[in-house]
């Protein structure tokens, strides 16, 4: 039976190792398994029947393939450690959110594995495997039809490292930019009591879009959820902006928008899980 390993356990990583699991031998690592969370981290894997590993080295040692699923923050640093730990006949999954010249320089690390740069197109809830994957790099064509195998959606992009994910990136311009803007607008609106109003008229001016149902709880929890880890990924947003030669002004205020959200919750203590079920008036009543 394949192996394969997952670095990062956490919203992605963790959904893709459980429904993979059925098919291979799945082993993850992730740096909470030396932390305070390890019991928690431990009992997660228990129930999406995988192994946890004591060390990166132990998870990725008999790995055919290596999916790196962790923050855009630590994303290179990962990829380093890792490089040196694999062998000719590995290949390494990078499928974090971050820039495509941050990718190329992950990818420099790697002198015998091969490196695949993976774009995620889309949140891995709930489409779970059959997530959109656009796949980057020397053999990336042929890989893209074993990842297929294993029951994955992915499509061949490009066999230059960092093209896929300039597409995802510049996705996130638009992606993560409106949910930080629907933040903004309707913690306003509520403030002022104006919400009912500035809803209706957002669903005048883009009927399709949903403005009157469900878009503005979906848009606003996956701050509340995920601020934090969405800000990072903005950085590398803005990063390849400036790598393009602009200023990238609108993600500078998307990363604050999203982080701002999320540090006013931990100031308040306010938990998303105690925000169950999500209603976007209640988190901006008690935010405000």
Not at 32 to 60: N, P, T
């Amino acid at each position: 039976m394949m192996q394969i390993a997952f670095i990062g356990f956490g919203e992605a990583g963790g959904i893709l190792a459980r429904d993979l699991a059925a098919r291979c031998r799945v082993v993850i690592w992730d740096i909470k398994l030396d932390g305070e969370e390890r019991e928690a981290m431990l009992s997660k894997a228990q129930a999406a029947g995988v192994h946890a590993a004591s060390s990166l080295r132990e998870a990725v040692a008999d790995a055919s393939l290596v999916f790196s699923t962790v923050t855009a923050s630590c994303a290179q640093e990962v990829a380093q450690q890792t490089a040196p730990l694999l062998h000719a006949q590995q290949t390494f999954l990078d499928l974090n959110s971050v820039a495509p010249d941050t990718k190329r320089r992950s990818a420099q690390s790697f002198t015998q594995a091969r490196y695949i740069d993976v774009a995620v197109m889309a949140p891995v809830p709930p489409a779970r495997l059959a997530t959109p994957l656009l796949i980057g790099g020397r053999d990336g064509e042929a890989l893209t039809a074993q990842l297929n195998a294993l029951g994955l959606n992915a499509r061949y992009g490009a066999e230059e490292v960092g093209r896929v994910s300039a597409i995802k990136m510049c996705r996130s311009v638009m992606i993560k930019g409106l949910e930080a803007l629907t933040t903004e607008c309707l913690s306003a609106a509520r403030k002022y009591g104006v919400e009912n109003e500035v809803l209706a008229s957002l669903h005048a001016s883009f009927p399709s879009l949903g403005w009157d149902g469900e878009l503005p709880d979906y848009l606003i929890s996956r701050v509340a959820e995920h601020g934090a880890r969405r800000a990072a990924e903005v950085r590398e947003v803005v990063s390849m902006l400036n790598d393009a030669g602009l200023e990238g002004w609108m993600s500078r205020g998307t990363v604050e928008t999203q982080q701002q959200m999320v540090d006013k919750m931990a100031a308040q203590q306010i938990r998303y899980a105690d925000l169950a079920p999500f209603h976007w008036q209640t988190l901006a009543d008690k935010l405000n």
